[in-house]
T-cell receptor, first 113, second 110 residues
Framework: GAVVSQHPSRVICKSGTSVKIECRSL??????MFWYRQFPKQSLMLMAT?????????EQGVEKDKFLINHASLTLSTLTVTSAHPEDSSFYIC?????????FGQGTRLTVV | GQQLNQSPQSMFIQEGEDVSMNCTSS?????WLWYKQDPGEGPVLLIA?????ELTSNGRLTAQFGITRKDSFLNISASIPSDVGIYFC??????????FGAGTILRVKS
């Protein structure tokens, strides 16, 4: 299947700082990527749809000014968690679609201290 | 909005046993996907189903897309310890947006 690479896999940051997470499609182009958040032992919660060359579409309840998404090329989307707080600590996962199948990155474990 | 009801929530089985899990919805989906997620990793696609009634196998895994397009099941035959993980069903509605089930936690006893 197609390969999606996410970086970093783990990050620890101080409260008030910003963290950038990258999501790359390695062997295909993705006009659309998706960002999810996952709490322990729960399912994936869609945060936003990242659209190449245009603004991201955010799900209800997700603060667009807090979770900045940039999709500047057909192979790269970034999620920046701005002014991070401990409650932002979570597992963040991106996905990109090839055909009708979605492939996921390895996930990023964010811990805000 | 669309929701997928996935069951069971968890299973603790003996190695060698067969496993069955399913997802149902009140909405029709165009595509059903089954994923497995290991701890600290992203979900990995196991099987994709595109047509109502379609039955697809991938090694010891078998999945079917319900004829009404509102349900799907995943079977794992002769389970082994590495089958441990969380299994998610997902339905593709439009624009490649996925709706996920709550997941089935599978534990295998050797």
């Amino acid at each position: 299947g197609a390969v999606v690479s996410q970086h970093p896999s783990r990050v620890i940051c101080k409260s008030g700082t910003s963290v950038k997470i990258e999501c790359r499609s390695l062997d295909f182009q993705a006009t659309t990527m998706f960002w999810y958040r996952q709490f322990p032992k729960q399912s994936l919660m869609l945060m936003a749809t990242s659209n190449e060359g245009s603004k991201a579409t955010y799900e209800q309840g997700v603060e667009k000014d807090k979770f900045l998404i940039n999709h500047a090329s057909l192979t790269l989307s970034t999620l920046t968690v701005t002014s991070a707080h401990p409650e932002d600590s979570s597992f963040y996962i991106c996905s990109a679609t090839s055909g009708h199948e979605a492939f996921f990155g390895q996930g990023t474990r964010l811990t805000v201290v | 909005g669309q929701q997928l009801n996935q069951s069971p929530q968890s299973m603790f089985i003996q190695e060698g046993e067969d496993v069955s899990m399913n997802c149902t919805s009140s909405s029709i989906f165009n595509t059903w996907l089954w994923y497995k997620q290991d701890p600290g990793e992203g979900p990995v696609l196991l099987i994709a189903l595109y047509k109502a009634g379609e039955l697809t196998s991938n090694g010891r895994l078998t999945a079917q897309f319900g004829i009404t397009r509102k349900d799907s099941f995943l079977n794992i035959s002769a389970s082994i310890p590495s089958d441990v993980g969380i299994y998610f069903c997902a339905g593709n509605i439009y624009g490649n947006k996925l709706v996920f089930g709550a997941g089935t936690i599978l534990r295998v006893k050797s």
